[in-house]
């Protein structure tokens, strides 16, 4: 059954970067929902880009991270769905 895009909650990441904090919260979303968007917001991709890092990079350092699978990469929206 598809999901309806009003229950797929999105998670923003901002200046403070990937902290335990977000990637416990994007864990906890999969497991009660099982889809999760998680949005790179400026600030964040402004900070990866001083550290070197371009949005492939920080997209595939989340991944690594989260108990879910990367189903999509639009722009700087990274979805997962739990595995």
Do not use: H, S
Request: charged fraction near 35%.
């Amino acid at each position: 059954m598809p999901m309806k895009k009003d229950n797929i909650v999105t998670i923003n990441v901002g200046k403070k970067g990937i902290t335990e904090g977000l990637i416990n919260e994007i864990n906890t979303v999969l497991e009660k929902r099982g889809i999760v968007k998680v949005r790179m917001l400026k600030n964040f991709r402004t900070i990866g880009e001083l550290e070197g890092k371009d949005k492939k990079q920080l997209a595939k350092e989340i991944a690594e991270k989260v108990n879910g699978k990367l189903v999509d990469f639009r722009g700087f929206v990274l979805t997962f769905k739990r595995c």
